[in-house]
């Protein structure tokens, strides 16, 4: 009798867990689903976002190097004097301090300016500009 006993106890508490592991498993499904839909949806949230920075980083880089493009290459003047510079012709007195200034304004355009903007490019390459006041000359390897 006793073991009757124990095997009707074990027959309904095998129904029981049963009975209780379906709801369980079914709130574990549906909790999975939801947190899985939420995942997918910040993940895709997240890469628009991403792109659309590099989109933008992309356009302020291109639209920089088209605005120096058009500044350096638009002026007659910055043609003929950086005509002059890479065919290494000696420069007039105006023509270096027009290079200076337009070198000046694309690092203040850039960003990066500098107490010692002069680092010796036009002093070795034009030795006859060197006695001129305030140009920082200095022993620089050309480049």
Known sequence: MKGMKRKFFLKRMWNFVVVMLIPAL???????????VTQMHRMTQDNERGIEAVRSNISLVLDSV???????????????????ALKRESLSYTDAIYLRSRQSQREKAAGSVRPDADDGRLCGRYPEHQPLAGNNCRAAPVR
Not at 68 to 84: A, C, F
């Open 26 to 36: 079914l709130l574990v499904a549906v909790t999975t689903y939801m947190t899985f």
């Open 66 to 84: 088209l605005a120096q493009n058009s500044y350096m290459t638009g002026m007659t003047r910055t043609n003929m004097v950086l005509n002059k």
